[in-house]
């Protein structure tokens, strides 16, 4: 036995040796060569150089039979690759299928693809600061920034991709609209069209960051996971189910970024320490950058009714560019669209039903011949509006010569009044009264108490995290068609609403909300929503019977009641007038329907809690600095409508 178990050592040993000296070869090629002959496009990978000798990494995909094509460019801090690389297939338009490629438009217009990740992020070398402000200004000392990198981009694709034309358009949403925008401000020659979709413009005075001074605390998340790491490798935890608990137990939106790491991110420190509208947010601010220089690039702004993330963006920049529009040049389409949903099946939103594939129609009828017409030789011109504005209500697209308007001819834009009054009601008149100054009733006024402790939730409870994922009940990208009869049944949310409508009442423009309202306390918030009420059964699809529909609401913070710079303490008890715009709108209140406003002091956990005892920053509030207050809104009190004087046909 023993002489056995000796002779298996030995053996053993022999071949562990054998073995040491014969190691098994890997079966690893050195570089595996993908046999990609039968693809029907080409792809090359490139590090472009800028004028600082930072390399940007591009990914160009060349449609194989490709011949003296146009370029459609997309700069995004979202990754290059990834988003040349939605599938795993040998066909352009399969692989290219996702965010912001439109592989419908690409296809179709046989179009050379170029994603380019911005400098800082994913394969890119550099710097990453967010919407990095223009070069040479108190906020840049460096000479390089979006415009500039869009320059050195374009200048050497013109020269190194021998299948081109030699002719640029540059497209992208959100982040990626925000560098459109950039390209504009000092154009290479060979930019020859920019479509900018939702853009992030001025993240103070309506896109990601505040509206109105109220800070947007879901997105936390983001400025943490897009600053901390080049390749997005850090990532936001969940501790709760409901988003509501996360940031109601953390208290302010400083504690909840103290705790989960926020703080090392550059770009928060920057957000904490300009909680007003100083010259931080003003030299960003891209509409009014735009607004010194004549446009001359053929731009198509693209807008979303009902955008979660950057409804301020395209009209602003529209409204900024087309006084400086002498030669036609500045088009505007606004569909019922949320963040990005141009992209896919514009068909519905939520519950609501738009009779038609919106996006398939915008990306056919209005995008395709508007990039071919201006990137490709021989193309006609785009026969297109030049504003396209889809009417929600009658769910019917509308061609006009320019926005806000009703109608190409024979009507008109007035302003008329939704005043509040006693009992809840809501009347619609013609006038617009003088503006507010002291209550021409002193007892007539709707008061609540808003508490700090028990905010009016945003949507109905519970809250999944911020997220894009339906199957985890993560419909953010939605929430702004979602039923308001949730916050209507609330002691704290005040309600008006006029009786049942017997002719449409169509409006196109910003409504203006006109407060005359007492706080008990020395800051407040003020939310007003203007909603479009359904009738009580619907045969047609019952589950909207009495649905209370967002057409425009906001929010504004009181302590900047008399300058956005500058923040102030509120008298307490004392009716002061507030006057703020809501997001465009371009809607039609069916007979039937009525009309309803609602009016709270909080909407949370989208923005962070007004503590309602004025601090220094809300964001470094202390927990004793929260307490309730007494909210008192005069019958004073309007909306101003942009009614349009028109027959709805």
């Not at 920049?317 to 569909?335: H, Q, R, T």
């Not at 309730?628 to 909306?639: L, P, W």
Request: charged residues 20%.
């Amino acid at each position: 036995m023993k002489k056995t178990a000796l002779a298996l050592a030995v053996l053993a040993s022999v071949f562990l040796a054998a073995h040491a000296q014969n190691p098994l070869p890997s079966e690893t090629p050195d570089e595996f060569k993908a046999p990609v002959d039968s693809f029907d496009y080409i792809k090359r990978s490139v590090m472009i150089p800028m004028r600082d000798g930072v390399k940007l990494n591009t990914v160009i995909v060349i449609p194989r039979k490709a011949r003296n094509a146009p370029m459609l460019l997309t700069r995004t801090p979202y990754n290059a690759a990834d988003m040349t690389n939605h599938a795993e297939s040998s066909q352009m338009d399969v692989m290219l299928q996702g965010y912001d490629n439109l592989p419908d438009v690409i296809g179709k217009g046989g179009y050379i693809r170029v994603v380019q990740d911005v400098r800082g992020k994913y394969g890119s070398e550099g710097d990453y600061v967010m919407n990095r402000p223009m070069a040479g200004s108190a906020f840049n000392a460096s000479q390089v920034d979006h415009s500039t990198d869009a320059w050195d981009t374009i200048e050497w694709l013109t020269k190194n991709v021998p299948e081109s034309n030699g002719k640029v358009g540059i497209i992208g949403g959100s982040y990626d609209g925000f560098t459109p925008l950039m390209a504009l401000v000092n154009p290479h020659p060979a930019l020859k069209v920019a479509v900018p979709m939702n853009p992030m413009v001025d993240g103070w005075r309506g896109d990601d960051w505040f509206h109105h001074g109220a800070f947007r605390q879901v997105n936390l998340a983001y400025i943490m996971e897009q600053v901390v790491t080049r390749r997005n490798d850090a990532h936001w935890f969940t501790s709760h189910y409901d988003d509501y608990d996360v940031f109601l137990r953390a208290g302010s939106a400083g504690e909840l970024a103290r705790q989960r790491g926020v703080e090392q991110s550059g770009f928060w420190r920057k957000v904490a320490a300009h909680p007003a509208y100083d010259s931080f947010w003003q030299s960003q601010a891209v509409d009014q950058i735009l607004a010194k220089q004549p446009v001359t690039v053929p731009t198509l702004l693209v807008h979303g009714l009902w955008d979660a993330e950057d409804i301020y963006g395209a009209i602003a920049v529209y409204k900024a560019i087309k006084p400086n529009d002498k030669d036609n040049k500045v088009f505007l389409v606004m569909g019922p669209w949320n963040h990005g949903g141009q992209d896919g099946d514009g068909s519905s939103l939520g519950p609501v039903k738009f009779s038609s594939d919106t996006g398939l129609h915008f990306r056919e009828e209005i995008l395709l011949p508007f990039l071919d017409s201006y990137l490709k030789d021989d193309a006609p011109a785009a026969k297109i509006a030049p504003v396209t504005a889809f009417e929600t209500g009658t769910n019917k697209w509308r061609a006009l010569d320019t926005w806000p308007a009703g109608c190409t001819t024979g009507c008109a834009i007035a302003p008329a009044t939704l005043r509040l009054g006693a009992n809840a009601k809501l009347n619609l008149t013609n006038s617009v009264p003088a503006p507010l100054n002291a209550p021409s009733q002193k007892n007539a006024y709707d008061e609540y108490i808003s508490d700090p402790a028990k905010p009016v939730p945003y949507r109905q409870r519970p809250i999944p995290q911020f997220g894009y994922d339906e199957a985890k009940g993560q419909t953010w990208p939605r929430w702004l068609v979602d039923d308001q009869r949730e916050a209507s049944g609330r002691t704290d949310v005040l309600t008006y609403t006029t009786g049942v409508l017997s002719a449409p009442v169509k409006i196109s423009g910003e409504p203006i909300a006109n407060l005359l309202a007492s706080t008990s306390g020395t800051d407040a918030d003020w939310v007003v929503k203007l909603i479009d009420v359904y009738p009580d059964q619907v045969a047609a699809q019952p589950a909207m019977g009495g649905y209370q529909l967002m057409v425009s609401a906001d929010i504004f913070r009181g302590r900047y009641r008399e300058s956005w710079a500058t923040a102030k303490p509120i008298v307490a008890n004392a009716p002061l007038p507030y006057r703020f715009s809501l997001p465009t709108a371009n809607h039609v209140f069916l007979p039937g329907h009525r009309i309803m406003v609602q009016i709270q002091s909080s909407w949370f956990p989208l923005y962070d809690r007004n503590p309602q005892t004025f601090v220094q920053n809300i964001f470094y509030a202390q927990p004793a600095d929260y307490k309730k207050a007494t909210q008192r809104i005069y019958h004073d009190s309007y909306i101003e409508l942009p009614l349009v004087g028109a027959t709805v046909k």
